[in-house]
């Protein structure tokens, strides 16, 4: 049942759909303007799921065989931090299976506090969407509930991921962004010791 999808196949990795919840309301969002990520389907929840849930649907697939299992869905991941936190601990126990989250990097405005030392050890990489090269331009794109101060929130997040995380990676979207841009958020990247990715119009 569509309702009921908390986790699903892209390409070889197993993919977590914990909430719908997001503060933001991104322009470009599969949420508003897709059918489903990759074949699986929309992912509306009609209810989040509870860690027994998350687990039952992860004991569906021999973790081992794939590359990654990764947080990330019709909705921000860190929204539902404690969970998040305690699959991935499962997912440790069971398996040497690699873990991601894909994040908005506004755990901190979410949490009113810094969140990236929750995910030590837990998590191998953190992708978080950069979008822009400024503030203005980010709350343009993404309508952050949290307004003009989410971008330097999303920024001091990922350098604080570097102290925990093993891999952090900035991802801009190419159709969204000049190449203009794209240097610009290379320079940005370049000065805070951070990897770009510039992704292609997908949820991956
Ligand atoms: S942060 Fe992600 S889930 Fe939230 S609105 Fe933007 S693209 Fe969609």
Same mark, same amino acid.
């Given at each position: 049942?569509?309702?009921?999808?908390?986790?699903?196949?892209?390409?070889?990795?197993?993919?977590?759909?914990?909430?719908?919840? *997001?503060?933001?309301?991104?322009?470009? *969002?599969?949420?508003?303007?897709?059918?489903?990520?990759?074949?699986? /389907?929309? @992912?509306? !929840?009609?209810?989040?799921?509870? @860690? #027994?849930?998350?687990?039952?649907?992860?004991?569906?697939?021999?973790?081992?065989?794939?590359?990654?299992?990764?947080?990330?869905?019709? /909705?921000?991941?860190?929204?539902?931090?404690?969970?998040?936190? #305690?699959?991935?601990?499962?997912?440790?126990?069971?398996?040497?299976?690699?873990?991601?989250?894909?994040?908005?990097?506004?755990?901190?405005?979410?949490?009113?506090?810094?969140?990236?030392?929750?995910?030590?050890?837990?998590?191998?990489?953190?992708?978080?969407? @950069?979008?822009? *090269?400024?503030?203005?331009?980010? !709350?343009? !794109?993404?309508?952050?509930?949290?307004?003009?101060?989410?971008?330097?929130?999303?920024?001091?997040?990922?350098?604080? *991921?570097?102290?925990?995380?093993?891999?952090?990676?900035?991802?801009?979207?190419?159709?969204?962004?000049?190449?203009?841009?794209?240097?610009?958020?290379?320079?940005?990247?370049?000065?805070?010791?951070?990897?770009?990715?510039?992704?292609?119009?997908?949820?991956?």
């Amino acid at each position: 049942m569509k309702d009921l999808i908390f986790t699903y196949l892209v390409k070889n990795s197993i993919y977590v759909n914990l909430t719908n919840r *997001c503060p933001c309301a991104c322009t470009f *969002c599969l949420r508003q303007n897709g059918d489903g990520v990759f074949g699986s /389907g929309p @992912l509306w !929840l009609k209810h989040e799921p509870s @860690l #027994e849930e998350v687990k039952e649907s992860l004991d569906q697939w021999n973790l081992s065989q794939y590359d990654e299992v990764v947080f990330c869905g019709y /909705g921000e991941p860190m929204e539902r931090l404690d969970v998040l936190l #305690e699959t991935a601990s499962y997912i440790r126990e069971k398996s040497d299976v690699k873990t991601r989250v894909n994040t908005n990097g506004l755990g901190d405005l979410i949490w009113k506090r810094p969140t990236a030392q929750y995910l030590k050890g837990l998590i191998d990489c953190v992708s978080i969407s @950069l979008n822009a *090269c400024n503030k203005e331009d980010y !709350l343009r !794109l993404t309508r952050s509930k949290f307004g003009v101060e989410s971008f330097d929130a999303m920024l001091k997040f990922a350098v604080d *991921c570097k102290e925990y995380v093993p891999k952090v990676v900035m991802t801009i979207v190419d159709v969204v962004t000049s190449k203009e841009v794209q240097k610009r958020c290379q320079e940005l990247c370049d000065k805070l010791g951070l990897t770009l990715r510039i992704r292609p119009y997908e949820k991956s």
